[in-house]
């Protein structure tokens, strides 16, 4: 049944995977390259994720995560995982709608669709560029010296820094913002933003503690867009899009994409 679900959402969706993970001038591959964004203020690391850990504890910890997320390449997870690499326009839709319970589509969905993919880059690179750059913290591929399973984002990352992580603060902060759109899918989308960050640990650009730090930069991320008035703007647009959404087509996808 859930191989089902997921034939019938690839063919709703029909959209393919970007090209691009976070670049040398600090925007998220995968991402975008500035088109979008609010253009909140960068902010400052030392507020809310400091220094890249240095404790025994952590730094083991992030070294077992490393190891378990090469055991889950060759899975369905390892699979989604690639998939989350790409974070742009369609492909930022795509990695949301199941959790939002229906296709957000540029077509179908357009203030929504232009929401999440708006604020993206303001998540990814504004909230996460000042820590990012004071602490170059290498990648795990990149001690390791190993292979990763999207070998075309390597080169672009191998001398980036790797806390916190970018693509772990748009999945948190496009969680919470789809969550004011649609409140009674908070908890889906909230874990469908955790686990976007527990890819990049699965694919070797993130250690496990990059990804807990770029939560609470998409969680600041978020506060900050509450005081940019074009955001609110939009958000008050994608809120009354989906209320317009008649309760027949609101059941019709929650019941298709209901989580088990």
Known sequence: MKQYLSFLFAILMAVVPGVNAQTQDGSVAGVSTGVYSYNIPVLPSNTYCGKAPTDSKTLSRDSMMYQWGKTMRATPRGEQAIQDAYLH????????????????????????????????????????????????????????????????????????????????????????????????????LLERGRQIGLSRVIVGFHWESDVLAGRICGEKAVEALHNNKEFLKDLEAAKKEFATLSATQRQQFTNLFVYK
Not at 97 to 114: C, D, L, N, Q, V
Not at 116 to 127: F, K, R, S, V
């Open 89 to 188: 326009d369609e492909d930022l839709a795509r990695a949301f709608s199941e959790a939002f319970g229906m296709p957000i589509t540029a077509k179908g969905t357009p203030a929504i669709y232009r929401l999440i993919n708006h604020m993206c880059e303001d998540a990814g690179t504004q909230a996460t560029k000042q820590a990012k750059e004071s602490n170059m913290r290498p990648r795990p591929f990149v001690v390791y010296n190993e292979p990763t399973p999207i070998p075309k984002h390597e080169e672009e990352l191998r001398n980036n820094g790797s806390f916190p992580s970018g693509h772990s603060a748009i999945g948190m902060a496009v969680a919470m913002v789809l969550s004011e759109v649609n409140p009674s899918r908070s908890a889906q």
